[in-house]
């Protein structure tokens, strides 16, 4: 659990990262149409939710810094017994209070009039304002049809002396480096995950639908995480279907000399893991499978060992082309590197939080504090053989932890978790 007081001192680091005599305003979001009169579940603008704590849509973040005063006020929607009679209750203004820890919660009505005064320097101890920061993620939804777009050029028509500055970028630096209490979110996510991997390669076997093996890795998780969901859209795939990176379609049956593979996890207070496995259906991987399976295991260890403070993720990946094609080259898998990329075409790293791939460049140094995965593959289609092993690495000060390390991933391990099963 975040306390209260990391999400107070968040809004303090945005604070010091303002120019004087502006103003952030932040939206938590609103829900997108699916279809008819039916919106898709809402999910919080992350970057609204590392800052408050909350999870409600129709929400806002105010912030003032003015010649060195501070200040910050939520908004939230008001109490409607109708609508609470048909979507649950809301957040009152003394539960959003304790939940973000911001004294001032006002109801989201009054936000027009707040920026208003501030802008045009109403409030006697104010002058005018002359900045706004806004989340300028193009998808965010502010309003039932209002996007930030609209929103921004909305205030630059009403106001047009005002500079607008993009706030995102400053908020996603903060959200890199995780605090010890964020780890503390992840490893919960992690175990849950690891529960339902379990449970999902005990489910495995020829003749079992991909689905199958997908609704047992959810039914876990749910149970164990109090239906927190999963992290992203589960990708269970067998035979020819694992050399596909995004599978989605889980409807084949295992075949009894197909590899399974599943990029999964869970959640924990939005905070995601991001693991993959690759595991024999029949329980026992073929000479084939294993010499491509050692491969990959061998150049996820590598990556672990090999990442640390100040390489980038670009670097990551550029170890992780050679270690795969001269591995391949040398097994007789490849006749010459350049042909690595016919068999891995993906990225081996990103940095995973709030979102499953949470922003970040791939060009700026690793910190210690940031979290990535590890992720290397090989895909041969020409023989059904997908394989994909993933962690999650937390860069420590001098290397990096595998926060995932609990999760089987060994050849033994794995045969030997099915000859226990028979």
């Not at 699916?34 to 579940?41: F, I, K, M, Q, T």
């Not at 800052?51 to 908004?75: C, F, H, M, P, W």
């Not at 973000?100 to 006002?106: A, C, D, E, K, T």
């Not at 893991?273 to 050692?294: M, W």
Request: charge should be negative; glycine fraction near 6%; hydrophobic fraction near 35%.
């Amino acid at each position: 659990m975040i306390p209260v007081s990391e999400y107070q001192s968040r809004r303090k680091a945005l604070l010091s990262k303002m120019e004087d005599n502006s103003i952030a305003i932040i939206f938590s979001g609103y829900p997108k149409k699916c279809s008819a009169d039916e919106d898709y579940p809402f999910e919080v603008n992350r970057n609204f939710y590392y800052l408050t704590g909350i999870a409600q849509e129709d929400s806002s973040l105010l912030l003032y810094k003015v010649e060195g005063e501070e200040r910050e006020y939520l908004l939230i929607s008001p109490f409607d017994p109708l609508k609470e009679k048909w979507y649950g209750k809301k957040l009152t203004v003394d539960e959003a209070s304790v939940k973000s820890g911001i004294r001032n919660v006002l109801l989201n009505t009054a936000l027009h009039a707040r920026v208003d005064a501030a802008i045009r320097g109403s409030y006697s101890d104010f002058g005018a304002i002359k900045k706004v920061y806004l989340d300028l993620e193009k998808e965010n939804k502010v309003g039932q049809e209002t996007y930030i777009e609209d929103y921004q050029k909305s205030l630059l028509a009403a106001y047009p002396d005002i500079e607008i500055k993009d706030a995102c970028n400053d908020i996603v630096s903060l959200r890199m480096v995780k605090s010890e209490n964020e780890i503390g979110e992840f490893r919960q996510a992690i175990e849950a995950t690891r529960l339902g991997i379990q449970a999902a390669m005990a489910k495995i076997a020829p003749g079992v639908k991909e689905y199958e093996v997908a609704d047992q890795f959810h039914h876990t998780i749910n149970d164990v995480s109090g239906y927190q969901g999963c992290a992203f859209p589960t990708i269970l795939a067998s035979g020819v279907n694992t050399t596909c990176l995004h599978y989605p379609t889980p409807l084949a049956t295992i075949g009894k000399d197909d590899v399974v593979l599943m990029d999964l996890g869970s959640r924990h207070n939005f905070y995601c893991a991001d693991v993959s496995r690759t595991v024999p259906a029949n329980g026992k991987f073929s000479d084939l499978q294993k010499t491509i399976y050692s491969i990959v295991l061998a150049c996820n260890k590598a990556v672990a060992n090999y990442a640390k403070p100040g390489l980038t993720i670009r670097d990551l990946q550029s170890f992780t082309i050679e270690f795969l094609a001269s591995e391949c080259l040398d097994k007789g898998l490849i006749k010459e590197k350049e042909q690595i990329k016919e068999y891995y075409f993906h990225g081996v790293s990103h940095h995973i939080g709030l979102d499953t791939h949470d922003p970040g460049s791939r060009d700026l140094p690793l910190r210690e504090g940031n979290v990535i995965s590890d992720e290397p593959g090989l895909y041969f289609k020409e023989l059904g053989i997908g394989v994909r092993i993933e962690d999650d690495l937390l860069i420590t000060k001098d290397g990096a932890e595998v926060l995932t390390a609990s999760i089987m991933k060994e050849i033994d391990d794995i045969e030997g978790f099915y000859r226990l099963r028979k």
